[in-house]
């Protein structure tokens, strides 16, 4: 792997990632929420990537992983622009994004901003929206009273928060209620044992997508992480198909 590196934001915020440079379409993983670049599939895919010649970038948003920052700051529109300036200062030409989980919903976000640079995108477990289908009435309320929402965390001992902040922000970047206005080829791949994020939502964002050239594949015996040998196996098939 290669070593981390560092870009320098506004307000200081220093952003770690990983680039290998090659062939196009450039690979961009998008990690999910409270994740980082050093997650299994985001490891296996740079990995593939450098030993195959071809050009990736992993980054962690800030508050996240190696980045700088408190990740009660951490919003979709923050770690948006922090991905559109690391696309625009590491890459050239086409951009093959990949987006896991609420990496899914930013994928879309930043899917819009590249439009023609767009090779492709690749989702998996996707969660647009997962503020509104998420979450109980209390806890948005709770959220939109200005508290902190914690929720049992399965991957750690901690519970995981979600911060007013990122609620309020996230409600002015709902997606599912419209054309979402992507024109490139798309792969959705989903668990149907995913206890998360159910797979009808990207069912839904199959719906949404103004692309007709829109995949989704359905894994009967999958979780939300995808990330067995098999699941990840797939994952690099997927990948393959647009090189």
């Known amino acids: 792997m290669s070593n981390v590196q560092f870009h320098e934001m506004p307000e200081q915020r220093k952003i770690a990632y ?22 299994g599939k985001a490891t296996s895919l740079f990995a593939e990537a450098e030993a195959q010649g ?6 962690d948003y800030s508050g996240c992983g190696e980045s700088s920052g408190d990740f009660a700051d951490g919003t979709l529109s923050r770690w948006r622009e922090e991905v559109l300036e690391l696309i625009a200062a590491y890459t050239d030409g086409p951009v093959l994004l990949i987006g896991s989980s609420m990496g899914g919903w930013l994928m879309l976000l930043v899917a819009e901003a590249l439009g023609d640079r767009l090779a492709g995108v690749i989702g998996i477990a996707a969660a647009p929206d997962f503020i509104r289908w998420g979450y109980s ?4 309320a709770t959220l939109a009273g200005g508290e902190i929402v914690y929720e049992e965390n399965p991957y750690g001992p901690e519970p995981t928060p ?4 990122f609620y309020t922000d996230a409600e002015g970047l709902i997606r599912l209620d419209r054309t979402v206005a992507i024109d490139c080829p798309v792969r959705l791949l989903h668990g149907q044992r995913d206890t998360d994020v159910p797979f009808e939502i990207s069912l839904k964002l199959a719906e949404a997508l103004r692309s007709d050239a829109v995949q989704v594949t359905l894994i009967k015996d999958g979780d939300h992480r ?3 040998a098999s699941d990840i196996a797939l994952l690099k098939t997927v990948v393959s198909s647009f090189y």
């Open 226 to 228: 995808l990330s067995r």
């Open 137 to 140: 009435d209390e806890q948005r």
């Open 18 to 39: 990983r680039l290998t440079k090659g062939t196009g379409p450039a690979l961009v993983f998008l990690p999910g929420y409270m994740s980082d670049m050093d997650g």
């Open 54 to 59: 071809r050009a990736c970038l992993l980054l």
């Open 162 to 165: 979600t911060h007013p902040g």
